[in-house]
């Protein structure tokens, strides 16, 4: 499916921004959902098309695969050795560090450079916190405190964790989820001087600046690498793009190229637009979408709910916001939002209860869902009024 169009129509109130959230719910944390609103990509700062291809880079994700060698362990001792200043003077500096690592098999003693102690320093490695540094760059990782000491006080904002298995010496699989956005980022950060004036200019340089399209290039290059050599696969999101007949002409030509693309995710529309004019043009089309376009899409309908559906939607939010309506209210309620919408019952559900309350009551009855009706209006009854009592209003 990467790589291709879905198209939500349908009138407003009819679930389709819900229909993307349920998606996004079902695909899991692990795969990138990335929701956006068309007039999103209006700035002053940046190019309409920059922003889309950002959304676009952050709805691809990366799933990278390293096995590495790792010491891993419950620390028994961190004994920093201490020798003479090599370069004069009367302090002293740390040659190494003898640490002890214990795992379910068995305990090792490590000689480690002092880059390591610092390393160990900084993430506040005490006795008894389990660990695991990485042979090849040293890096170390708290994992997280011993369980062996769980009781060792009452109350306390520790993680414990068991004691590792196997050997202290192994290798590891690690898995890192990222998005191709992320990696832009990382490379595109400026590398300025270490000196105040560099440090001062970064500070007030906070306008959003654009990630060229060579940098880009780059990083698909070795994205494409590791994806032949096993150590990266590809994890293609989605891309929701919400009000979509809000975008202009520009914009829906970069779609069409963007679409074509190896690295596209799936994109999926929506709009409450009928027949109306392409931003940008003078041209009238379908949902304010170029016919070109449209031919991409797969396009779904959504209808509106019948007054059964409405009863169920609202005894379920009735039952999130912890309010007791009865079974009449409740039918005379799904008859407003079939007569209506949806949002206007679900919206009287709030002052229908503070109603019932203000009487005596725990239980939402008819009479005031009815009063409720009667002190706010709906969009219909609105525009209705506004036409009979024109001469009262402003022109």
């Known amino acids: 499916m990467a790589g291709k169009g879905l198209l939500l129509t349908g009138a407003p109130g009819t679930g389709k921004t ?19 609103m068309g007039s999103e990509v209006y700035s002053s700062e940046v190019k309409k098309t920059e922003i889309l291809k950002e959304n676009f880079r952050r709805a691809i994700g990366l799933r990278i695969k390293e096995t590495k060698e790792v010491w891993e362990g419950e620390v028994t001792e961190i004994t920093p ?18 640490l002890g690592l214990k795992t379910a098999k068995g305990t090792k003693q490590l000689r480690l450079a002092p880059s390591i102690y610092e390393s160990l320093q900084k993430e506040k490695v005490m006795v008894g916190d389990v660990i695991y540094i990485e042979a090849n760059s040293g890096a170390v990782k708290r994992v997280g405190r011993s369980d062996v000491y769980a009781t060792e006080f009452d109350l306390e904002a520790e993680e414990y964790v068991p004691l590792p298995k196997g050997e ?16 832009d980022l990382a490379n595109a950060k400026p590398q300025g001087g270490h000196d105040i004036m560099s440090m001062v200019g970064q500070m007030m340089k906070q306008k959003k600046t654009e990630i060229t399209d060579k940098l880009r290039q780059e990083i698909n290059k070795v994205v494409n690498k590791y994806i032949e ?34 690295l596209a995710p799936i994109v999926i529309l929506a709009t409450n637009r009928g027949h109306a004019e392409i931003r940008g043009t003078e041209t009238i089309s379908p949902h304010g979408i ?8 797969l396009i779904i309908r959504t209808l509106p ?15 999130i916001e912890g309010l007791n309506v009865d079974d009449e209210s409740l039918i005379y309620l799904s008859e407003v939002g079939a007569r209506s919408s949806l949002r206007y019952a679900v919206q009287l559900l709030t002052p229908a209860s503070i109603l019932a309350r203000v009487n005596k009551r725990d239980i939402i009855i008819k009479t005031d869902v009815e009063e409720s009706e009667s ?11 506004l036409s009979s009592d024109a001469d009262k209003y402003i022109q």
Do not use: W
């Open 305 to 319: 709910y019948t007054q059964s559906e409405i009863a169920h939607i609202l005894s379920i939010r009735a039952k």
């Open 375 to 385: 002190l706010f209006l709906d969009a219909k009854a609105s525009a209705k009024l």
């Open 290 to 297: 170029p016919l070109d376009f449209l031919d991409r899409l």
């Open 168 to 183: 202290v010496h192994k290798k590891k699989e690690v898995v890192q989820d990222i998005t191709l956005h992320d990696l």
């Open 18 to 36: 819900a229909l993307a959230l349920a998606i996004s719910q079902e695909l899991g944390p692990k795969v990138p959902f990335c929701p956006m």
């Open 229 to 262: 050599q096993g150590i990266a696969e590809l994890v293609p999101g989605v891309l929701f793009i919400d009000e979509v007949h809000m975008l202009d002409i520009e914009c829906f030509t970069y779609l069409n190229q963007a679409l074509e693309s190896t």
């Open 81 to 98: 050795e201490e020798t003479e200043n090599q370069y004069g003077g009367y302090g002293k500096t740390i040659s190494h560090v003898i």
